[in-house]
C-alpha cells in the first residue's frame, strides 16, 4: 500500500488478498497474473461467417487457378483418373447432385494430395427429351419451328442449364477443370459417338426390326429400359370367352376358352390364345349352363368361385395342353380367327391358364407370335390413339380410355364372363410419368447377345463398392434383351443411317467416319442442315441405288448411347486423360443407366470394360426417410444450405452419413452437422491459439526427447494419421468422419487438451515440457488441417492462412501427411491405454466426492491411489507424474495393502480427501508451500522460479489478483 511515495509490501497471501491488490515493489504500475500466463491468442475468428467467406475464398482459387496449378505440381505422377458421369443439364442442382459430385471431390482432392495426377473434367448430359418438353412448357412449337431452328433452341437452352449448375457445383467447393468441361453436344463428343456406333456397326451389332419395345406416347418415341421406372397402378382384369371353331375332334363347338388379359384395349389385336403346354386343362359345365368352358385345372377352384359357380359344375374331361395346339377359336367380336399356341410363359399365378396374345403389343407375344407366324397387328399411333385397323368403334380413341369399349362390346356379344380391377406394377416414363406401352414398331437396335458373354466375363476385372454391386449389374447384362437405341424425337446424335432408293439401309463404317468428321467440323446439326446427297462421300454409289438416290435416317440416339460412349469421346480422347477409367461414382439407379450403357459400348469396341471400380450411392430422403418430392415441398436446396449454412456444412454431412445405401436429410439433420462443425472448428483454433508463439524450425522437440505422454499421444495420433489415410484410400468417408470426431472429442478434447493447459498456460514459456506439448499439438494442427482438407476445404486453407511456418500459398499444394516411422510403439500405446482404464477409475471417484459435496472441481482433490504390485508397475512405467494429467491438487501413492476402506472402482482402491493448503491465483491448484518464496508469497515455488525467470524486467515482487 502506497503511503507517502514508499511501498507496504504484504508478505502475507491472505493479508494481500484481504487488501484487495497485490502491489509491486518501488513501482507505480502492476502486473496482473494473468500476465504471467501464456494464454493462446489468435485471430482465426471463432465463427466462420461460412456463407460469405466460403464465396470469397472460391473466387480465390479460381482468379488464381489452383487447381491448375495442382494439377502442374502432379504432371509426371502416376495417375488416378476418376471419371465423372454427366448429370442431366436441367434446373438447378438437387441434394442428390451436391452428396455425388462432394464425394467425388472429396477423392480427387485426397488422390491430388497424395501423390496422383488425378484431373477431374465434369460433364453434362446436354441431349434428350426434357430439353425438349422444357422448350414446349415455353410456348415452342417443335413441328412449326422445324428440326434446325428447334435443335438451335435446345443448344441455347442446354447452355444456360449447364451454367447454372456448374454456378451451384463451384459454390460446393469442387475443385475440377471447370473451364473445359465434356459436354455431350460438343462436336468433337458426337463425332467421336459416331465412331463408336460405326466400329459397333463393323461388328454385326447394330440392326432394324420390328419388335415391341416400350413406347411412351407422352414422348412420342421408344423408350430404352434404364428410362423406365415402375409405380402401382390399377387396371381392369377381364376374363372373356371365346368360342372353339376347330377342336381337332378333343373338344366340341359348345367349347369356350376363358382367355384372361389385364389390357382389353388390345383385345382388337389378338391373334393368339396361349396355353402352357405342361398344364392340365379342365372342360367344364356348371349347372344350368349350356356352354362348356375351358380352364387350367390347377386354377380351376379360384376361378369357379371367381365366376360364381360354387362347387356346383361337372369336369367333363381333362386335356393336355400340348393337345390344344394350333386349335383355332372365334374372336369375342370382330370377324377374327384365332389360334391356340403352345407358350411357357404362361403361368397358373393368376388368370385362367389361357392369356390373350397380341404379337404386336407385348414382349412374349411377340417371341411366341414369331415361332407361330402370327400377323402384328399395330392399330395404335405414336400419340397412343386407336387407329382406322382397330375398327370403327375404337378410331380415334386413347389407348386407355378404349379399354371401356372393348368392355362393352364383351358384353353385347355375351362374351364377357368376368372384369374386376386389379392393382400391380406398371412401367411409365421416367421422365413425363406417364405410363407406356409396350408397341411393335421399327426401331434400330444394338444386339446384346452376341456379346452378353464377353460383357459379364469383363465385370470379373471390376471392383464393386458395396460387393453387391457386381451381381446387380451382371444380372442385368444377363436379363437384358437387345437394346432399343433409336429415339423419334429431333434434339440428339443423328443415327448415321442412309437408305438406298430400295430401302437397304447402308452402315458402311467408311460413310460412318465421313458423316463423324462432318459433325466434328460442323457439329450434328449438319445432318439435319444437308441433304442425304450432300452428307455423303463425293461420288459415292451404291448397287441398290442405280440412279444415285439416297435418303438419310430421321430418327435419333438413345441419350444412354451418348453418355455410354464417354469412355472414348472423354477419357480417350483428351490428353490429360486415360482409358480405362480408374474408378466412377454414381447413384444406385446407374446400374440400369450409365453404368450399363458403358460396359455395353466399352465390351463392343474395346473388349474390356471401360472402368476398373464402380462405386454407388444410395438416394437422399428427408428427414422421415420419405423420398423428396417438389410437390410435397419436402426438398433440401443446396442452395438454400449454402446461403444459409454454408456448403461446409453440406460436405461435413455427405461424409457423416453411409451413401452406399438412401440417406436421411433435413434442414434439422443439417443443423446438427453445423453444431459439429464447430466443434472442429473450434479445437482447430484452440490448437491455433496454443501454438502461436511455436516456431517448429526453433522450438520443436524430437520424438525421442518428448515427455512419455506427449510421446504417447504423438504416437497416437500418427495411428490415426494412418487409419484416416487408409479410411480415404477404400472410399470410407464415413469412417473418415468417425476417425476424425472421435478423436477431437474423445482424445483431444477429453484427454489432452484437457490436462494440457496446466502446462501450456503455467509452464515457462520455453520450458521443455510446454515445448513438448507444443511439438506435438503443431503436429497435430498442421497435419489435422490436411486430413480435413478433402472434407472441408473452405476452412483448411483458412486455417493454413494461420500457418506461418507452413511452405505454400495453399494447402491443396501440399502433400498429406506422411505416417512417421517411429519403431515399436506398441508397448507405449499399450501403456497408456492400460492407464486410460486407471484414469477413468479415478475420474469416477472424484465425480462421486463431487456428488457428497467433498469437492467441486478436481483440482480441489487431494487422491490416494491404493496399488497392487502390478498396478504399481503400470504406473512407474510410464515414466511420468501422472498428477498433472489426472488434474488433481495432490496425489499420493500407497500399498493396497493400506488401502483399508477406500473404495473400489474398477479394481482401483481410491480415496479422495478435499485437498490441503492454498489456492494459488495462478495455476487455481492447492499447495502446501505458498508464502515460502518471499518475493511472491502468493505463488508456490515452482510459479514463483517460472515467473521470476521469465519476467526480469518487472521484479515482480506483488501481482494483481
Known amino acids: 500500500m502506497k503511503t507517502g511515495g514508499t511501498t507496504l509490501l504484504l508478505t502475507s497471501r491472505t493479508e494481500a488478498i484481504q487488501s484487495g491488490m497485490f502491489f509491486l515493489f518501488e513501482r507505480s504500475s502492476s502486473m496482473k497474473i494473468k500476465e504471467t500466463l501464456n494464454l493462446g491468442k489468435t485471430k482465426f475468428p471463432m465463427r466462420g461467417n461460412l456463407p460469405q467467406k466460403e464465396a470469397e475464398r472460391e473466387n480465390n482459387w479460381f482468379e488464381n487457378k489452383v487447381y491448375e496449378k495442382r494439377q502442374q505440381l502432379n504432371e509426371g505422377k502416376p495417375s488416378f483418373m476418376l471419371h465423372d458421369g454427366p448429370p442431366y443439364a436441367n434446373g438447378n442442382i ?22 496422383y495426377y488425378a484431373p477431374f473434367v465434369p460433364g453434362w448430359d446436354t441431349h434428350g427429351l426434357p430439353i425438349e418438353q422444357q422448350l414446349t412448357k415455353a410456348g415452342k412449337d417443335r413441328k412449326a419451328a422445324g428440326p434446325v431452328k428447334w435443335r438451335k433452341m435446345a443448344a441455347e437452352f442446354a447452355d444456360k442449364q449447364v451454367k447454372t449448375q456448374m454456378a451451384d457445383f ?5 475443385s475440377a477443370d471447370w473451364d473445359h468441361p465434356y459436354l455431350t453436344k460438343q462436336p468433337q463428343y458426337e463425332a467421336e459417338q459416331l465412331r463408336v456406333f460405326g466400329k459397333m456397326a463393323k461388328r454385326g451389332l447394330i440392326y432394324r426390326g420390328k419388335k415391341p419395345v416400350f413406347w411412351s406416347w407422352s414422348s412420342e418415341s421408344a423408350m430404352a ?32 376358352f376363358i382367355v384372361w388379359t389385364t389390357t382389353p384395349w388390345t383385345i382388337p389385336a389378338s391373334e393368339a390364345i396361349a396355353v402352357n403346354p405342361s398344364f392340365k386343362y379342365d372342360v367344364v359345365q356348371p349347372a344350368g349352363s ?15 368361385q371367381a365366376y360364381g359357380w360354387g362347387d356346383d359344375y361337372e369336369v367333363v374331361k381333362t386335356v393336355q395342353g400340348s393337345d390344344l395346339d394350333r386349335m383355332t377359336a372365334q374372336h369375342p367380336y370382330m370377324d377374327r380367327e384365332i389360334l391356340v399356341i403352345n407358350g411357357d410363359h404362361v403361368t397358373a399365378d393368376a388368370g385362367t391358364g389361357l392369356v390373350h396374345t397380341a404379337p404386336g403389343f407385348g414382349e412374349d407375344d411377340f417371341a411366341i407370335g414369331q415361332k407361330y407366324n402370327l400377323p402384328i397387328i399395330m392399330n395404335v399411333d405414336d400419340r397412343g390413339y386407336m387407329t382406322e385397323e382397330a375398327g ?32 400391380h406394377s406398371y412401367p411409365f416414363d421416367w421422365r413425363t410419368k406417364k405410363p407406356v406401352i ?162 455395353i459400348t466399352s465390351v463392343a469396341i474395346h473388349d474390356k470394360a471401360p472402368y476398373r471400380r464402380v462405386i454407388s450411392q444410395g438416394f437422399a430422403l428427408d428427414g422421415n426417410g420419405d423420398k423428396m418430392s417438389k410437390s410435397i415441398g419436402n426438398t433440401v436446396s443446396p442452395n438454400d444450405i449454402t446461403k444459409k449454412m454454408g456448403a461446409e456444412i453440406i460436405r461435413l454431412w455427405v461424409t457423416s452419413v453411409d451413401t452406399s445405401g438412401d440417406v436421411r436429410v433435413s434442414e434439422d439433420i443439417l443443423s446438427k452437422t453445423s453444431e459439429v462443425y464447430r466443434k472442429i472448428r473450434n479445437t482447430m483454433r484452440y490448437l491455433l491459439s496454443n501454438t502461436s508463439d511455436y516456431n517448429p524450425m526453433e522450438n520443436a522437440v524430437p520424438y525421442r526427447d518428448l515427455t512419455p505422454v506427449d510421446q504417447y499421444f504423438f504416437a497416437h495420433f500418427n495411428e490415426l494419421v494412418r487409419d484416416m489415410r487408409r479410411a480415404y484410400d477404400e472410399y470410407d468417408f464415413q469412417q473418415v468422419y468417425k476417425l476424425l470426431i472421435n478423436f477431437i472429442n474423445v482424445d483431444l478434447s477429453a484427454f489432452y487438451l484437457d490436462f494440457a493447459k496446466d502446462i501450456l498456460y503455467v509452464e515457462a514459456p520455453n520450458g521443455h515440457a510446454r515445448r513438448s506439448l507444443q511439438t506435438v499439438l503443431y503436429r497435430i494442427l498442421v497435419d489435422l488441417d490436411k486430413l480435413i482438407l478433402p472434407i472441408l476445404p473452405h476452412t483448411a486453407e483458412e486455417i493454413f492462412d494461420y500457418l506461418p511456418y507452413e511452405a505454400g500459398d495453399y494447402a491443396f499444394l501440399t502433400e498429406m501427411p506422411a505416417v512417421e516411422d517411429l519403431g515399436n510403439v506398441t508397448p507405449l500405446i499399450t501403456r497408456w491405454t492400460d492407464f486410460m482404464s486407471l484414469r477413468d477409475a479415478v ?40 498428477r498433472v494429467i489426472l488434474m488433481v491438487s495432490q496425489l499420493t501413492l500407497a500399498n493396497v495393502a493400506d488401502a483399508g476402506d477406500a473404495p473400489e472402482y474398477d479394481g482401483y482402491h481410491i480415496k479422495v480427501e478435499h485437498a490441503a493448503g492454498e489456492v494459488s491465483p495462478r495455476d487455481r491448484m492447492y499447495h502446501l508451500d505458498l508464502g515460502t518464496d518471499p518475493t511472491f508469497p502468493m505463488l508456490s515455488a515452482h510459479e514463483a522460479e517460472i515467473v521470476r525467470a521469465n519476467y526480469p524486467e518487472a521484479v515482480v515482487e506483488g501481482l494483481e489478483d
Open 290 to 304: 349350356e356352354r362348356k368352358f375351358v380352364v387350367a385345372d390347377a386354377l380351376l377352384g379360384s376361378a369357379a
Open 170 to 174: 463451384k459454390r460446393l467447393g469442387i
Open 438 to 599: 409396350f408397341r411393335a414398331v421399327p426401331q434400330w437396335f444394338a444386339s446384346i447377345e452376341p456379346i452378353r458373354q464377353e460383357i459379364l466375363d469383363s465385370l470379373d476385372d471390376v471392383n464393386f463398392q458395396p460387393e453387391w454391386g457386381h451381381k446387380r449389374l451382371a444380372n442385368m447384362i444377363r436379363d437384358r434383351g437387345d437394346w432399343v437405341i433409336s429415339r423419334q424425337r429431333v434434339w440428339g446424335v443423328p443415327l448415321p443411317i442412309f437408305y438406298a432408293e430400295d430401302g437397304t439401309a447402308i452402315l458402311e463404317q467408311s460413310i460412318i467416319d465421313h458423316v463423324a468428321d462432318l459433325v466434328a467440323q460442323n457439329g450434328s446439326d449438319v445432318w439435319f442442315e444437308r441433304e442425304a446427297k450432300e452428307l455423303l462421300p463425293e461420288g459415292y454409289t451404291n448397287e441398290h441405288s442405280p440412279n444415285g438416290e439416297f435418303t438419310k435416317e430421321t430418327d435419333i440416339m438413345d441419350v444412354w448411347f451418348d453418355s455410354g460412349s464417354s469412355h472414348t469421346a472423354v477419357m480417350a480422347q483428351r490428353p490429360e486423360l486415360s482409358f480405362p477409367e480408374d474408378l466412377v461414382l454414381e447413384g444406385s439407379d446407374q446400374y440400369r443407366g450409365w453404368f450399363n450403357s458403358s460396359l
Open 843 to 882: 475420474n469416477k471417484a472424484l465425480e462421486v466426492a463431487r456428488d457428497e459435496k467433498l469437492i467441486g472441481k478436481p483440482s480441489e482433490a487431494a487422491v490416494t491411489l491404493y496399488l497392487t504390485d502390478d498396478q504399481q508397475m503400470l504406473v512407474d512405467s510410464l515414466g511420468q507424474d501422472i
Open 392 to 423: 370403327p368403334d375404337f378410331e380415334g380413341v386413347f389407348y386407355d380410355d378404349a379399354n371401356a369399349i372393348s368392355l362393352k362390346k364383351l358384353e353385347e356379344n355375351d362374351a364377357l364372363i368376368k372384369a374386376e380391377d386389379i392393382t
Open 225 to 256: 429400359m434404364a428410362e423406365i421406372e415402375y409405380h402401382d397402378v390399377t387396371s381392369t382384369s377381364v376374363s372373356f370367352a371365346e368360342r372353339v371353331k376347330d377342336g381337332k375332334d378333343i373338344l366340341d363347338n359348345d367349347t369356350y
Open 94 to 115: 438437387h441434394i442428390g447432385h451436391a452428396m455425388n459430385k462432394i464425394s467425388k471431390d472429396i477423392i480427387v482432392r485426397y488422390k491430388s494430395m497424395s501423390g
